[in-house]
């Protein structure tokens, strides 16, 4: 089992829809959750991170966390064609310093 | 502000060649990360520094692999005898109070 599992999608959403995406985490000893857009050939640039159960919204995007389920999800509301990119999710444990990454999920936004 | 800078961008190089790979941090970021990515996987940890101290280092980084910090500023990546394994993005983070880590964009190695 990875340690940070995310489905590769293509996930395809129409234009001004809601992308839902999910990510699971094996590490009880998570504590910090972020989300990274990287477009094709790019690095990645961090979106949101959340840090208590509950959620948080920043414009378009909201990231919801479940740490008793071991989940953390990020809608992305009013899609648009720029918003297509893979999205990866990421977590830090609470005694560590590094990220441990998801493999990303692809998004496509149809016009 | 500005961002994580990496040098070079791009860079290929013959099997079994050294290459070495720089980072600039945010301006006052203590923490430094160096991580690889390969085509359609996502990031994996390979160093970590704060300050000028390597304070964790990943399976992956085999002996071929060196990383510094010596002033606390900016980093390097050495790769030695390069392997076609090695054809991949490098990428550093920096961090500095917060725990949200800022990408630079990358250099992209290719072994012939």
């Known amino acids: 089992q990875k340690e940070v599992e995310q489905n590769s999608g293509p996930l395809s959403v129409p234009e001004g829809a809601i992308a839902s995406l999910n990510c699971t985490y094996s590490?009880?000893?998570?504590?910090?959750f972020f989300w990274y857009r990287q477009y094709s050939g790019k690095s990645p640039e961090l979106i949101m991170f959340?840090?208590?159960?509950g959620d948080k919204e920043d414009g378009r995007f909201t990231a919801q966390l479940n740490k008793a389920s071991q989940y953390v999800s990020l809608l992305i509301r009013d899609s648009q064609p720029s918003d297509s990119a893979t999205y990866l999710c990421?977590?830090?444990?609470?005694?560590?310093?590094?990220?441990?990454f998801g493999g990303g999920t692809r998004v496509l936004v149809k016009p | 502000d500005t961002g994580v800078s990496q040098d070079p961008r791009h860079k290929i190089t013959k099997r079994g060649q050294n290459v070495t790979f720089r980072c600039d941090p945010i301006?006052?970021?203590?923490?430094l990360y160096w991580y690889r990515q390969t085509l359609g996987q996502g990031p994996e940890f390979l160093t970590y520094?704060?300050?000028?101290?390597?304070?964790?280092k990943s399976r992956l980084l085999s002996d071929r692999f060196s990383a510094e910090r010596p002033k606390g500023s900016f980093s390097t990546l050495e790769i030695q005898r390069t392997e076609q394994g090695d054809s991949a993005m490098y990428l550093c983070?920096?961090?500095?109070?917060?725990?949200?880590?800022?990408f630079g964009p990358g250099t992209r190695l290719t072994v012939t």
């Open positions: 983070a920096s961090t500095g109070k917060s725990y949200e880590q800022y």
């Open positions: 590490d009880r000893g998570s504590q910090s």
């Open positions: 959340i840090y208590s159960n």
């Open positions: 990421a977590v830090k444990r609470a005694a560590g310093n590094k990220l441990t």
């Open positions: 301006s006052e970021h203590n923490r």
């Open positions: 520094f704060q300050n000028e101290a390597q304070l964790e």
